[in-house]
């Protein structure tokens, strides 16, 4: 059986390189807390969700208007039985900018429907990803509220 990644796409009336300034700007967008940079190759910075829960993550990847790919080098999820489900994964916003609209594919590579977090988090990043990351880059403003 294939081992299919979770991806969501949304598009916006914006450029791919103001999607990618907004993106690192995580709490504006993802209901979480963050410490340290997402804005250049190698930023390191630590999410969290509340409680001992964390993830260190790497900027890996940044490519101007194409592509950002965050690298997840240390985490604790200390709802699940594996608490390092996301150890090594990688959250992977693809761009493609045309006439001042931008299509912004996300792929959380690893997060297959194979893993114990996997229907938790689909629910989390369809949130994140096509309510609260689009109102941002719509209206400048996140949606905190899951429905």
């Known amino acids: 059986m294939e081992r299919k990644n979770f991806s969501r796409s949304i598009t916006a009336n914006i450029s791919a390189s103001e999607a990618i300034k907004k993106i690192s700007k995580i709490v504006e967008w993802w209901g979480v807390t963050c410490n340290g940079n997402a804005e250049k190759l190698h ?3 630590v999410i969290k969700m509340g409680g001992d829960s964390f993830f260190n993550l790497t ?3 940044l490519i101007p208007g ?7 080098t240390d985490c604790n999820m ?3 039985s594996d608490k390092k489900e996301w150890l090594n994964t990688k959250l992977i916003f693809d761009f493609t900018e045309n006439n001042g609209t931008t299509t912004l594919n996300f792929t959380h590579e ?4 194979d893993i114990e977090c996997y229907k938790d988090c689909e629910f989390g990043w369809t949130h994140w990803i096509t309510r609260s990351l689009f109102s941002y880059f719509t209206t400048g403003k996140g949606d905190f509220k899951q429905r």
């Open 66 to 72: 194409k592509k950002i790919v965050w690298l997840v």
């Open 59 to 61: 900027v890996a990847e």
């Open 110 to 113: 690893g997060l297959t429907p």
């Open 78 to 80: 200390p709802w699940y």
């Open 43 to 45: 930023d390191k910075f």
